[in-house]
């Protein structure tokens, strides 16, 4: 028999480690933006059958709710700081209601930034 959970958790596994992989190597002057790969499967691996389509997400960072719609990409939430750590978990719910279970945490430190431009000065 088929579990009503949406399978998130291996397809977030693979997803999710990526998540971050574009905005750690830059340094968000002005936005980063997480994302993760929708699941395909119910957690026992049968196909999401297309009734229960489109899937939207509910995204915890930090402990804080962010809703999200049918899409699968979020910008971070500002201000995130600069150089600390943050967590992402993600469920999905299908078109039915029935909500899947959260992804685990995948961690991710902002980067450092720019420094600013030096202050004061003049012509000597």
């Given at each position: 028999?088929r579990?009503?959970?949406?399978?998130?958790?291996?397809?977030l596994?693979?997803?999710?480690?990526?998540?971050?992989?574009s905005?750690?190597?830059a340094l968000?002057?002005d936005?980063?933006?997480?994302?993760?790969?929708?699941?395909?499967?119910?957690s026992?691996n049968t196909?999401?059958?297309?009734q229960d389509?489109p899937?939207?997400?509910?995204?915890?960072?930090?402990?804080?709710?962010l809703?999200?719609?049918?899409s699968?990409a979020?910008?971070v939430?500002?201000?995130?700081?600069?150089?600390?750590s943050?967590?992402l978990?993600?469920?999905?719910?299908t078109a039915?209601g029935?909500e899947?279970l959260f992804s685990?945490?995948?961690?991710?430190t902002?980067?450092?930034?720019i420094?600013?431009s030096p202050?004061?000065?003049?012509?000597?």
């Amino acid at each position: 028999m088929r579990k009503t959970n949406v399978g998130v958790l291996a397809v977030l596994v693979v997803g999710a480690m990526l998540i971050f992989a574009s905005s750690a190597h830059a340094l968000c002057p002005d936005s980063c933006e997480m994302w993760w790969t929708p699941p395909t499967q119910y957690s026992d691996n049968t196909a999401i059958e297309s009734q229960d389509l489109p899937l939207s997400y509910v995204a915890e960072w930090d402990g804080a709710a962010l809703p999200v719609t049918v899409s699968t990409a979020l910008p971070v939430p500002k201000p995130y700081g600069h150089g600390v750590s943050h967590t992402l978990r993600i469920k999905s719910i299908t078109a039915r209601g029935t909500e899947g279970l959260f992804s685990p945490p995948f961690p991710w430190t902002s980067p450092v930034g720019i420094p600013k431009s030096p202050a004061g000065g003049g012509v000597r």
